[in-house]
């Protein structure tokens, strides 16, 4: 809860920032950009990639832009980037301004619904992203027109159902969503979700027949990576019914239709050399097509079931090494997966000891067979033994030196922030003094610009200390890593996980421990959050590399930040 009223209030803050930006120049107005955003519109249904390249050069944040003009901007830069299958991520301040414009039941806050919960459904927020479609349909529900618009909302809310289980729910929605399907390619993929609604809630046969028909639709489109899904689709149905012959067949034609390029190859013959496989096919054939899926696997979660395959293949041969050795690799690229994936505690620990037994089984049965590769392994177990003793004994001896260091640090500063205050409390005396103490005025000014010269070194050489104090823990070390970090791609930059924050913030917190004092008394309403931000900042680290402590991939949380404590201190929040 506490989660949800941050981001609300985030959101807030943020558009409220920018609604002041564009009233302060919006008396500037631009006559130029309305045929721009004309020509977008035109172009973004046929040549989205144009109308994409041509919304991202507009400079919307050199002002002059009226709200009207930033939320019809907005709506068509969402629809621009959707069609161009990129994250919606850098929309999401625009589309609350396109939410705060179009206030009515119109269709154009349909659309900002629209994309607003795509991008709600991308950051995770399953149900933020099912609200927003609901509500975008009930403003189409009841207006003429708008087939295409009403085509993607129902398609995406039976989406939302679908992967909720509500397959009732879904079906209505997608059988709902045919009567606004203008495209065969349009209507084969809405057929295919209704079958797969009406397979999953046990009317299998239904979904085979709806099954045929979105591949009778994408034949009459002429896209043949249409076809081919449709048939790969079909030929799942038919193995889960035990027709496995009618299943290898469309498999075979649906590898034929594929692309070249095309990213399903792998999962498609690995399908191919399974359904062989079960149907009694030579061992060739079926190490032909089970490689071809292995070596062609797009992404680590189908090279993880071409893995699981492979050793399958290989246990079932009797070549119990090779099957251990697939099975090992499967087993390090789910942890590898799981590790990225926001799964839950317990999830992951059903994981690791389902597929830990199962590795423990399977190499006990291979070992009895390959004595000498167990000998081999047991001997590089000691080996490791004896480097992690030595390792753990080497942390143990850097531990020591480490508190010992922090301690006598530690008591520097409490020794300097004594002098800090002996100091502030002479300065006060003497500027209490000042008043009665006229023909010493000079003497006693140049006293305190002294004393407080020496109040800003030693802060200085607190601050220092400090940062060097902080410099000598693990988790500074992490940090220095991903600030060295150089991807433009914001998806395969690392950040801090949640542990390594905890960390963060319990050593920050004690090295800082008078500056948060202070920090406290100066932001009344600070939370444990701003005030890390604000030790951070005081220990010298950049915003890029804070963003990563707080487990983002970019600055924009951390500038929002920034500003909300700004607004904190100067009292206009």
Same mark, same amino acid.
């Given at each position: 809860?506490?989660?949800?009223?941050?981001?609300?209030?985030?959101?807030?803050?943020?558009?409220?920032?920018?609604? &002041?930006? !564009?009233?302060?120049?919006?008396?500037?107005?631009?006559?130029?950009?309305?045929?721009?955003?004309?020509?977008?519109?035109?172009?973004?249904?046929?040549?989205? *990639?144009?109308?994409?390249?041509?919304?991202?050069?507009?400079?919307?944040?050199?002002?002059? @832009?009226?709200?009207?003009?930033?939320?019809?901007?907005?709506?068509?830069?969402?629809?621009?980037?959707?069609?161009?299958?990129?994250?919606?991520?850098?929309?999401?301040?625009?589309?609350?301004?396109?939410?705060?414009?179009?206030? *009515?039941?119109?269709?154009?806050?349909? /659309?900002?619904?629209?994309?607003?919960?795509?991008?709600?459904?991308?950051?995770?927020?399953?149900?933020?992203?099912?609200? /927003?479609?609901?509500?975008?349909?009930?403003?189409?529900?009841?207006?003429?027109?708008?087939?295409?618009?009403?085509?993607?909302?129902?398609?995406?809310?039976?989406?939302?159902?679908?992967?909720?289980?509500? !397959?009732?729910?879904?079906?209505? #929605?997608?059988?709902?969503?045919?009567?606004?399907?203008?495209?065969?390619?349009?209507? +084969?993929? %809405?057929?295919?979700?209704?079958?797969?609604?009406?397979?999953?809630?046990?009317?299998?046969?239904?979904?085979?027949?709806?099954?045929?028909?979105?591949?009778?639709?994408?034949?009459?489109?002429?896209?043949?990576?249409?076809?081919?899904?449709?048939?790969?689709?079909?030929?799942?149905?038919?193995?889960?019914?035990?027709?496995?012959?009618?299943?290898?067949?469309?498999?075979?034609?649906?590898? $034929?239709?594929?692309?070249?390029?095309?990213?399903?190859?792998?999962?498609? &013959?690995?399908?191919?050399?399974?359904?062989?496989?079960?149907?009694?096919?030579?061992?060739?054939?079926?190490?032909?097509?089970?490689?071809?899926?292995?070596?062609?696997?797009?992404? +680590?979660?189908?090279?993880?079931? +071409?893995?699981?395959? /492979?050793?399958?293949?290989?246990?079932? $041969?009797?070549?119990?090494?090779? +099957?251990?050795?697939?099975?090992?690799?499967?087993?390090?690229?789910?942890?590898? #997966?799981? %590790?990225?994936?926001?799964?839950?505690?317990?999830?992951?620990?059903?994981?690791?000891?389902?597929?830990? #037994?199962?590795?423990?089984?399977?190499?006990?049965?291979?070992?009895?067979?390959?004595?000498?590769?167990?000998?081999?392994?047991?001997? %590089?177990?000691?080996?490791?033994?004896?480097? !992690?003793?030595?390792?753990?004994?080497?942390?143990?001896?850097?531990? =020591?030196?480490?508190?010992?260091?922090?301690?006598?640090?530690?008591?520097?500063?409490?020794?300097?922030?004594?002098?800090?205050?002996?100091?502030?409390?002479?300065?006060?005396? #003497?500027?209490?003094?000042?008043?009665?103490?006229?023909?010493?005025?000079?003497?006693?000014?140049?006293?305190?610009?002294?004393?407080?010269?020496?109040?800003?070194?030693?802060?200085?050489?607190?601050?220092?200390?400090?940062? @060097?104090?902080?410099?000598?823990?693990?988790?500074?070390?992490?940090?220095?890593?991903?600030?060295?970090?150089?991807?433009?791609?914001?998806?395969?930059?690392?950040?801090?996980?949640?542990?390594?924050?905890?960390?963060?913030?319990?050593?920050?917190?004690?090295?800082?421990?008078?500056?948060?004092?202070?920090?406290?008394?100066?932001?009344?309403?600070?939370?444990? *959050?701003?005030?890390?931000?604000?030790?951070?900042?005081?220990?010298?680290?950049?915003?890029?590399?804070?963003?990563?402590?707080?487990?983002?991939? *970019?600055?924009?949380?951390?500038?929002?930040?920034?500003?909300?404590?700004?607004?904190?201190? =100067?009292?206009?929040?």
């Amino acid at each position: 809860m506490r989660n949800l009223e941050y981001t609300t209030m985030t959101r807030i803050y943020s558009f409220l920032t920018l609604l &002041c930006l !564009y009233l302060f120049v919006s008396c500037a107005y631009n006559k130029h950009v309305e045929p721009l955003l004309e020509e977008a519109e035109s172009l973004v249904q046929s040549s989205p *990639d144009s109308a994409y390249r041509l919304l991202a050069a507009l400079p919307v944040d050199s002002g002059g @832009w009226s709200c009207g003009q930033v939320a019809r901007y907005g709506l068509l830069l969402a629809r621009a980037t959707d069609k161009c299958m990129k994250p919606l991520l850098p929309c999401d301040s625009l589309l609350d301004v396109a939410l705060e414009y179009y206030a *009515d039941n119109t269709p154009h806050r349909a /659309m900002a619904l629209l994309y607003k919960g795509r991008l709600e459904k991308e950051m995770g927020q399953q149900e933020e992203a099912t609200r /927003m479609f609901q509500e975008a349909w009930t403003i189409l529900k009841d207006k003429s027109g708008e087939a295409e618009m009403k085509r993607l909302v129902l398609s995406s809310l039976g989406s939302q159902y679908l992967n909720g289980f509500l !397959y009732v729910e879904a079906g209505r #929605m997608y059988e709902e969503c045919l009567d606004y399907c203008q495209t065969s390619q349009s209507k +084969a993929n %809405v057929l295919n979700s209704l079958s797969v609604a009406r397979f999953a809630s046990g009317n299998k046969q239904e979904g085979v027949a709806l099954q045929q028909q979105a591949m009778a639709y994408a034949e009459q489109s002429g896209d043949s990576a249409l076809i081919a899904r449709m048939e790969h689709n079909l030929s799942l149905k038919y193995y889960d019914l035990g027709k496995i012959d009618s299943a290898i067949w469309l498999t075979r034609d649906a590898i $034929r239709h594929l692309p070249d390029e095309s990213s399903s190859i792998g999962a498609y &013959c690995g399908n191919l050399g399974r359904l062989l496989l079960e149907n009694g096919a030579p061992d060739d054939t079926v190490s032909y097509y089970l490689s071809l899926g292995l070596e062609y696997a797009s992404g +680590a979660l189908g090279r993880s079931s +071409a893995l699981l395959d /492979m050793y399958d293949f290989e246990k079932y $041969r009797g070549n119990y090494k090779a +099957a251990i050795e697939f099975l090992e690799e499967h087993v390090e690229l789910l942890d590898s #997966m799981f %590790v990225t994936e926001n799964s839950t505690e317990i999830e992951q620990l059903m994981y690791e000891y389902n597929t830990r #037994m199962r590795v423990q089984e399977e190499r006990a049965d291979g070992l009895r067979r390959l004595w000498t590769v167990g000998g081999l392994a047991m001997f %590089v177990c000691f080996v490791f033994v004896l480097l !992690y003793q030595k390792q753990s004994y080497k942390r143990k001896q850097e531990q =020591t030196i480490y508190c010992k260091t922090m301690q006598q640090t530690h008591e520097q500063i409490t020794l300097l922030q004594a002098r800090v205050q002996e100091n502030q409390a002479a300065l006060v005396a #003497m500027k209490g003094e000042q008043d009665s103490l006229l023909k010493e005025r000079e003497e006693k000014n140049c006293e305190i610009a002294r004393r407080e010269q020496m109040i800003r070194q030693l802060e200085q050489d607190i601050r220092r200390l400090r940062r @060097w104090q902080f410099e000598q823990s693990t988790v500074y070390r992490k940090t220095r890593m991903l600030s060295q970090q150089t991807s433009e791609d914001k998806k395969n930059l690392k950040v801090l996980n949640n542990a390594d924050r905890a960390r963060l913030k319990q050593i920050v917190f004690e090295v800082c421990a008078d500056y948060v004092i202070l920090c406290q008394k100066e932001y009344p309403k600070a939370t444990e *959050d701003d005030l890390l931000y604000l030790c951070l900042v005081d220990l010298g680290l950049d915003n890029r590399t804070i963003a990563f402590c707080f487990g983002f991939s *970019d600055t924009h949380p951390i500038n929002q930040r920034k500003l909300r404590l700004k607004e904190r201190r =100067t009292g206009q929040v």
